[in-house]
């Protein structure tokens, strides 16, 4: 079985945001928790908005047009 792009998830202070998804996408998160908790020993996969941010945060940092825009206007996260 090929690595999951996410790895273990950090426990970090949440901003609550409402977000509606394809019902697609939805059962494509759920399959992706299953696979994630059996890669990373969870006993139970996380629920599907846990993942959400996470993917984010990996989609954003392995943007080379974003990082490279962002660097060039000098903006940093908070």
């Known amino acids: 079985m090929s690595k999951l792009k ?3 998830i950090d426990d970090d202070k949440p901003v609550k945001l409402t977000l ?3 019902a697609a996408v939805h059962r494509e998160l759920i399959a992706y928790a299953r696979v994630h908790a059996a ?3 969870l006993s139970q996969p996380l629920p599907a908005e846990r993942l ?3 993917m984010l ?3 954003m ?3 080379r047009g974003f990082v490279r825009n962002r660097s ?3 903006s940093k996260s908070d």
Do not use: K, M, N, Y
């Open 57 to 59: 945060e990996r989609f």
């Open 39 to 41: 890669q990373t020993g």
């Open 72 to 74: 060039q206007s000098g």
């Open 20 to 22: 509606e998804l394809p």
């Open 6 to 8: 996410l790895g273990p």
């Open 61 to 63: 940092a392995t943007d």
């Open 52 to 54: 959400i941010a996470p």
